[in-house]
């Protein structure tokens, strides 16, 4: 095992930047976690590393393990439905299914007991959701953003269905698959919550780490997901994924697009410069960092709302309406949004808007991104939000009531105008030194084939900064 692996996989290569400086020092930390609390794993790139640290690195990764292996579950669940309503049993501490010869065990804990066959199709429902947004953050889509996405996946012509951290999804398709013998739509659940392979086979779930790329199931489970990606007889194939917002959009856009390669890997038919179709669950703010990696992406107007989010909630008006959007590489008249909802077509755009969106003939676009109606600022040479204000002291719009911030600071990087971090040369510059020095070390290296490639991440070094005094905006209107 290689010594810069964590319980959740692989660790990412990070870069520290601060301000006006070139390069950073170089660390490995937990792809999944970005709170230190959940995952204390941290090691400097050219830090040596122990022979009695790495092997209590491994005891720890050890101990870290499930309980029990996917086929063991497997068959444990086959045990499971053979018994009695009444012997039935679920382990709420330990999220698990109980046989009668573990109750003793579990006697002190709190358990649901008669746990009948519809519980047991509906596991995201019997399951405690993990809600830490910076890991898990499992938030399950509400029934309506749910049917929406089956009935506009079975619309477009789709019958294979790669649901990437989206379990909710998955388990309906599971559920109309077992009772409609017509229904022919099939879906495989890449997941890192583990707990689901309580309720599903090797063919129909995989243990995924969707920040790395990493199948903890080793090359089997990568070979289950890449013959589900071959169509066969045919079938489309589109990838759902519903990542937590507050993960790297750098570290997902990777991984992703290795799944992408992994579908061009067994595509037959000559479309070498097609894109496997995705649908990618995210807020409308993270637009730009999206379409940085994936410009053939564009944002649709409808409202993904979620059961267990107290915000993301459908019917909501003006600031509190779900911010949740579907970024698609499709072509946008594609997809299809609900008129009994007050989406419409915009013969203009060529695409479905949301009833608060306006086009803008000025930006030739209908330009809202959180369902109310924007206005044109004629200064800016763009729409803002109905909030918003142009101020004079900062040169662009903003809410009436903020802190003039006006900095002659550029680049976080650099410290020069004109760009961002980004897109910095310096940046550019130091990552293409980083990979040739790093393969430079890995063709000296013993165990190169053994290596495992990562993305550099930029991690900013915050540092504590004395309150400036508010400067009071001058507003046009």
Same mark, same amino acid.
């Given at each position: 095992?290689?010594?810069?692996?964590?319980?959740?996989?692989?660790?990412?290569?990070?870069?520290?930047?601060?301000?006006?400086?070139?390069?950073?020092?170089?660390?490995?930390?937990?792809?999944a976690?970005?709170?230190?609390?959940d995952c204390n794993?941290?090691?400097w790139?050219?830090e040596?590393?122990?022979?009695?640290?790495?092997?209590?690195?491994?005891?720890?990764?050890?101990?870290?393990?499930?309980?029990?292996?996917?086929?063991?579950?497997?068959?444990?669940?086959?045990?499971?439905?053979?018994?009695? #309503?009444?012997?039935r /049993?679920?382990?709420?501490?330990?999220?698990?299914?109980?046989?009668?010869?573990?109750?003793?065990k579990?006697?002190?804990?709190?358990?649901?007991?008669?746990?009948?066959?519809?519980?047991?199709?509906?596991?995201?429902?019997? #399951?405690c959701?993990?809600?830490n947004?910076?890991?898990?953050?499992q938030?399950?889509?509400?029934?309506?953003?749910?049917?929406?996405?089956l009935?506009?996946?079975?619309?477009?012509?789709?019958?294979?269905?790669?649901?990437?951290?989206?379990?909710? #999804?998955?388990?309906?398709?599971?559920?109309?698959?077992?009772? $409609?013998?017509?229904?022919?739509?099939?879906?495989?659940? #890449?997941?890192?919550?583990?707990?689901?392979?309580?309720?599903?086979?090797?063919?129909?779930f995989?243990?995924?780490?969707?920040?790395?790329?990493?199948?903890?199931?080793?090359?089997?489970? /990568? $070979?289950?997901?890449?013959?589900?990606?071959?169509?066969?007889?045919?079938?489309?194939?589109?990838?759902?994924?519903?990542?937590?917002?507050?993960?790297?959009?750098?570290? =997902?856009?990777?991984?992703?697009?290795?799944?992408?390669?992994?579908?061009k890997?067994?595509?037959?038919r000559?479309?070498?410069?097609?894109?496997?179709?995705?649908f990618?669950?995210?807020?409308?703010?993270?637009?730009?960092?999206?379409?940085?990696?994936?410009?053939?992406?564009?944002?649709?107007?409808?409202?993904?709302?979620?059961?267990?989010?107290? =915000?993301?909630?459908?019917?909501?008006?003006?600031?509190?309406?779900?911010?949740? /959007?579907?970024?698609?590489?499709?072509?946008?008249?594609?997809?299809?949004?609900?008129?009994? $909802?007050?989406?419409?077509?915009?013969?203009?755009?060529?695409?479905?808007?949301?009833?608060?969106?306006?086009?803008?003939?000025?930006?030739?676009?209908c330009?809202?991104?959180?369902?109310?109606?924007?206005?044109?600022?004629v200064?800016?040479?763009?729409?803002?939000?109905?909030?918003?204000?142009?101020?004079?002291?900062?040169?662009?719009c903003?809410?009436?009531?903020?802190?003039?911030?006006?900095t002659?600071?550029?680049?976080?990087?650099?410290?020069?105008?004109?760009?961002?971090?980004?897109?910095?040369p310096?940046?550019?510059?130091?990552?293409?030194?980083?990979?040739?020095?790093?393969?430079?070390?890995?063709?000296?290296?013993?165990?190169?084939?053994?290596?495992?490639? /990562?993305?550099?991440?930029?991690?900013?070094?915050?540092?504590?900064?004395?309150k400036?005094?508010?400067?009071?905006?001058?507003?046009?209107?």
């Amino acid at each position: 095992m290689c010594g810069d692996v964590c319980p959740s996989g692989p660790a990412l290569l990070f870069v520290k930047t601060s301000q006006g400086k070139e390069e950073g020092r170089r660390f490995y930390a937990c792809s999944a976690c970005r709170d230190r609390k959940d995952c204390n794993f941290f090691q400097w790139e050219d830090e040596k590393v122990s022979e009695t640290r790495l092997a209590a690195r491994e005891e720890y990764n050890r101990s870290h393990q499930p309980s029990f292996t996917h086929r063991q579950n497997v068959e444990r669940y086959k045990d499971f439905v053979l018994l009695p #309503l009444s012997k039935r /049993r679920f382990c709420q501490e330990c999220q698990q299914l109980l046989l009668p010869a573990e109750w003793e065990k579990h006697s002190d804990h709190q358990f649901l007991c008669d746990i009948s066959t519809a519980q047991l199709k509906s596991p995201s429902q019997l #399951l405690c959701p993990l809600e830490n947004k910076k890991t898990n953050a499992q938030y399950l889509f509400a029934d309506r953003s749910c049917q929406f996405l089956l009935d506009l996946i079975i619309d477009l012509g789709f019958r294979q269905v790669l649901s990437v951290g989206t379990p909710r #999804l998955h388990e309906m398709i599971q559920s109309k698959a077992s009772q $409609e013998e017509d229904f022919r739509v099939r879906s495989l659940l #890449l997941d890192i919550d583990f707990r689901y392979s309580q309720f599903y086979t090797e063919d129909e779930f995989c243990h995924y780490n969707m920040f790395n790329d990493y199948f903890f199931g080793g090359e089997a489970a /990568r $070979e289950t997901c890449r013959k589900f990606l071959y169509r066969d007889n045919g079938e489309r194939v589109i990838m759902v994924t519903d990542p937590p917002f507050g993960g790297l959009v750098e570290a =997902l856009a990777s991984s992703f697009k290795k799944l992408m390669a992994m579908w061009k890997e067994t595509e037959r038919r000559g479309h070498n410069n097609q894109e496997m179709p995705m649908f990618w669950i995210f807020p409308y703010f993270f637009e730009s960092r999206i379409l940085e990696f994936f410009p053939s992406f564009s944002m649709m107007d409808y409202q993904v709302d979620y059961d267990n989010h107290a =915000l993301y909630k459908h019917g909501k008006t003006g600031r509190r309406q779900s911010p949740v /959007r579907i970024f698609t590489n499709l072509t946008p008249s594609m997809v299809v949004l609900p008129v009994e $909802e007050g989406y419409r077509f915009c013969t203009i755009c060529q695409r479905y808007i949301s009833s608060g969106n306006q086009h803008c003939e000025i930006c030739n676009s209908c330009t809202s991104k959180d369902g109310r109606r924007w206005k044109h600022c004629v200064l800016c040479k763009k729409c803002v939000k109905p909030s918003w204000f142009h101020c004079n002291n900062c040169n662009s719009c903003a809410l009436q009531n903020h802190t003039c911030e006006k900095t002659d600071a550029g680049c976080f990087v650099c410290g020069k105008a004109g760009h961002k971090r980004s897109t910095c040369p310096s940046l550019s510059r130091t990552r293409r030194a980083c990979k040739a020095d790093k393969k430079a070390k890995a063709e000296n290296s013993e165990e190169s084939k053994y290596a495992v490639k /990562r993305p550099i991440f930029s991690r900013k070094k915050v540092k504590n900064k004395k309150k400036k005094k508010k400067k009071r905006p001058d507003f046009a209107c």
